[in-house]
């Protein structure tokens, strides 16, 4: 007898891809995609229920259909602010509950496959060369769908506690991409200037999304292996993933990456999370050798690979010149908060002309006009005489000087002496 699955969130490229792929298998009798969305995407011979997991109708169709393995996708580790956070997190906590809580009570329900993420790990300057399984970031740290992932993992372990005889899968995933993927990661390395954190080169791993799929197909078809970290084989230095797709860069100096955070908002990009400048400072790396012995998964594609696979539908680079122009207003607000920069290089030289006209104001004087009368004397104006001709002989011309003003003396009332009070030994002295 073949086997019944149900897979959430069909309605993104990875959940439709899986589906796809476990309808082809030839283990697989049936496959049912659960989600809100109508998916975009062919599905194959699987089949589509339009229904949200957090409906009760998610219990009866688990029992109607004698579901025997649940592929649960549908968790979403994007960067959330505001109403849209809040959507999320009641998708990927109440939701998941729901889920997990219909899945106790399915009696033909034999194995539970979860979709995480490696960014449970986080990102820090103390973190070991390589994340094992059994290393994740403190609870009391971890923040928004970071934070969802870890308390979705812990809800997988509970249903397990209560169902021993439930087995389970969690595919700790690397960042996923490939030419049909979208992630702000892959937003950001398409930038026509890419801003780096200056004094940083953080490592990437990543995973095609070839590889995604297949390593989530393994795990419903192949043995129970509990939590495996996927990843390609090699790493990326950030500033060797620029280059290779062709990118300017520009270094930013950052604090708790704050000022890139400014620069790729100005960019027009989805906002970045502390969790994701984090990793743009220290990157992460997962020790995939749990996958290649349990699950007996080895990634087609490196991460070099992969990650060309993904430029490879990036738009065209632009111009270094262009590029640095365009995003010098970004530049300078990101390192000067509240100013703005209009150019970072210096513009061609115009060919010579005659000199602008001056926009400043110019003081000039009037000539006198020949026809305009003279002007009246105007009254406490001193002017000298000219010498009378009938008065040559006189020594000196006399010379009309006025009389200065006699300055007021200020007066001030009399001081009044302070009457000196004697004691009596100053009377027996005088």
């Known amino acids: 007898m073949g086997r019944t699955i149900l897979v959430t969130g069909v309605s993104r490229h990875l959940g439709a891809r899986v589906a796809r792929g476990l309808a082809l298998h030839r283990e697989v009798t049936r496959v049912i995609g659960l989600d809100v969305i109508t998916p975009a995407e062919e599905l194959g011979r699987a089949e589509f229920v339009r229904a949200d997991i957090r409906n009760p109708v998610v219990a009866r169709l688990l029992n109607q259909a004698r579901v025997d393995t649940v592929v649960h996708l549908a968790l979403s580790v994007a960067h959330a602010r505001g109403r849209a956070r809040t959507s999320q997190k009641e998708d990927n906590v ?127 078809t192949g043995p129970a292996v509990g939590v495996v970290n996927v990843a390609a084989q090699g790493v990326l230095k950030l500033s060797q993933a620029v280059a290779l797709a062709g990118r300017p860069f520009v270094l930013i100096p950052t604090y708790t990456g704050l000022s890139v955070d400014r620069a790729l908002r100005l960019g027009n990009l989805p906002r970045f999370g502390k969790a994701d400048l984090d990793y743009l400072r220290f990157g992460r790396v997962l020790d995939t050798s749990r996958a290649r012995e349990l699950l007996d998964f080895r990634p087609r594609f490196t991460t070099r690979e992969a990650f060309l696979s993904a430029a490879a539908a990036f738009p065209p680079p632009v111009p270094a010149v262009s590029a640095v122009r365009g995003w010098a207003g970004a530049v300078t607000a990101a390192l000067l908060p509240g100013r703005t920069s209009s150019a970072v290089l210096p513009a061609a030289p115009e060919e010579a002309g005659p000199d602008p006209e001056p926009s400043y104001d110019v003081l000039t004087l009037d000539e006198p006009d020949a026809q305009q009368p003279a002007a009246e004397a105007v009254p406490n104006v001193l002017t000298l005489d000219e010498p009378d001709p009938g008065s040559v002989g006189r020594s000196e011309a006399q010379t009309v000087r006025p009389t200065p003003t006699p300055t007021p003396t200020p007066t001030h009332p009399p001081r009044r002496r302070r009457a000196r009070h004697l004691s009596s030994a100053d009377e027996e002295v005088r």
């Open 94 to 220: 109440i939701g998941t509950m729901q889920l997990f809580a219909a899945c106790q009570q399915a009696s033909h329900l034999e194995r539970i496959v979860l979709k995480s993420t490696g960014s449970v790990y986080g990102s820090s300057p103390r973190d070991p060369a390589m994340f094992t399984e059994e290393q994740t970031a403190p609870r009391n740290r971890a923040q928004g769908s970071i934070r969802d992932a870890l308390e979705v993992e812990s809800y997988l372990r509970s249903t397990r506690r209560r169902r021993p005889d439930l087995a389970y899968s969690t595919l700790r995933l690397a960042n996923v991409v490939g030419p049909h993927m979208s992630s702000p990661l892959l937003d950001y390395l398409s930038l026509p200037l890419v801003p780096i954190p200056l004094g940083y080169d953080a490592r990437l791993q990543l995973l095609h999304e070839d590889d995604a799929v297949a390593a989530m197909i393994a795990a419903v």
